[in-house]
């Protein structure tokens, strides 16, 4: 019997190793970071590009953030 290949699976991983080369962290790391997103975002369905363009501009404002407190 053939198992249905759940698609948020796929997206979530994609998310994650996406996010790992376009950040330069590790895999890991990406992972927590992801997994705390969808903890408070709480979807049922994930939306990759929008999860992921959120994310990047989350971190984007933290890094000039952090570069204009210097």
């Known amino acids: 019997m053939l198992k249905k290949i759940d698609s948020n699976k796929?997206?979530?991983?994609k998310l994650i190793i996406d996010l790992s080369d376009e950040i330069g962290i590790p895999i890991e790391e990406t992972k927590h970071l992801v997994d705390t997103v969808m903890v408070f975002a709480n979807t049922k369905k994930i939306n990759y590009k929008e999860l992921k363009e959120e994310i990047l501009t989350y971190l984007v404002i933290n890094m000039f953030s952090l570069i204009c407190k210097l």
Do not use: Q, R
Request: no cysteine.
């Open 10 to 13: 796929i997206s979530y991983v």
